[in-house]
């Protein structure tokens, strides 16, 4: 039998809705599948960061823990301490930070033109993206473009390639498109060029999608392991995915670097998890100040009517 309850709804009026068994339960399982689906994400996060504290003893012996027995940060100190690590560290993050400036201002820059549709050509440049959507040179020709452009062992090569996703770029042309051109009429009335209105009033209401969008670059490229795999061959610019994935799976390639690890006779897989910890942290610590501009709205209190 269905229950029906009363809610108080606008100016004092109330609205009824009904309350089943089988909605009931369909909320529980669906509570339940939600929280083994978030329970398979984090507990393996989990293990891994108790793993990084934990003994070596401890981490053969015990399969699968969440609180390791007793706290060591001799693997923190010891990767701190790795010339090794702190390169690769310096160099992901010095990739991440100029190569997302680089592909948004790429992005933003070629979105706006394409957004106004007096532009000379724009049926033919927005065709050439979504072809690129569709088609693409694949690995074998990406590469012998960057090996022909001299970029080989260049970081350019980890950030050129990829220097504009045409997905985002056609999402951030569409946003464009939905800003009042009463706004851009008045600061062209007001002395503006272009490029004053792109900067002075585009870019400014577009926080939200410049901070959404820096953020899936930077995490493209700080998660890359591909591109560095291909174009960089010398192994004091390994960037930091590089350096976990030969780490936690070593190949005769980079028995220098793990010689260097294990010559001072520590433990290696707690070794592994404080790196892959080390390595998942900054992305993490990210989310939190850019949250806020996702959810925020673009055009509150811009236009007055």
């Known amino acids: 039998m269905a229950l ?5 709804g606008r100016r004092g009026r109330s609205v009824q809705h ?6 009931r339960v369909f909320d529980v399982v669906n509570a339940l599948v939600l929280l083994l689906l978030g329970a398979t994400t984090v507990l393996p ?7 990084s504290f934990a003994t070596e003893n401890e981490i053969d012996s015990r399969p699968f823990f969440l609180w390791p027995e007793k706290f060591v940060t001799d693997a923190y100190d010891y990767m701190f301490g790795t010339d090794v690590f702190i390169r690769a560290l310096l160099i992901t993050i010095g990739v991440t930070l100029v190569g997302t400036l680089i592909q948004v201002g790429l992005t933003l820059t070629m979105a706006y033109p394409l957004s106004k549709r007096h532009l000379p050509g724009r049926t033919l440049f927005i065709n050439l993206v979504l072809f690129t959507l569709v088609f693409s040179g694949g690995m074998i020709p990406t590469y012998l473009v960057v090996r022909e452009l001299g970029l080989l062992d260049s970081y350019w090569a980890l950030i050129l390639p990829l220097a504009i996703n045409p997905f985002y770029l056609l999402i951030v042309k569409a946003f464009f498109q939905e800003l009042p051109e009463a706004l851009e009429e008045a600061a062209r009335i007001d002395g503006c060029n272009e490029l004053g209105v792109f900067w002075r009033i585009v870019l400014p209401l577009s ?10 670059y930077a995490v493209a ?3 890359d392991y591909m591109s560095p795999l291909l174009y960089i061959n010398d192994e004091s610019k390994w ?5 976990v994935r030969q780490l936690t799976a070593p190949n005769s390639d980079t028995e220098n670097v793990l010689n260097q690890l294990e010559s001072a006779a520590f433990p290696l897989q707690g070794l592994k998890f404080a790196v892959i910890v080390l390595a998942t942290l900054p992305i993490l610590l990210v989310y939190p100040f850019l949250q ?7 055009l509150i209190g811009s236009v007055k009517e």
Do not use: C, E, R
């Open 4 to 8: 029906m309850k009363a809610t108080p």
């Open 18 to 23: 009904y309350d089943s068994v089988g909605s």
């Open 45 to 51: 996060l989990l293990y891994v960061l108790a793993g």
């Open 207 to 216: 926080k939200p999608v410049i901070a959404t969008f820096s953020l899936f």
């Open 221 to 223: 490229i700080w998660n």
């Open 239 to 243: 960037t930091l995915q590089v350096f």
């Open 292 to 298: 806020k501009h996702f959810a925020k709205g673009v």
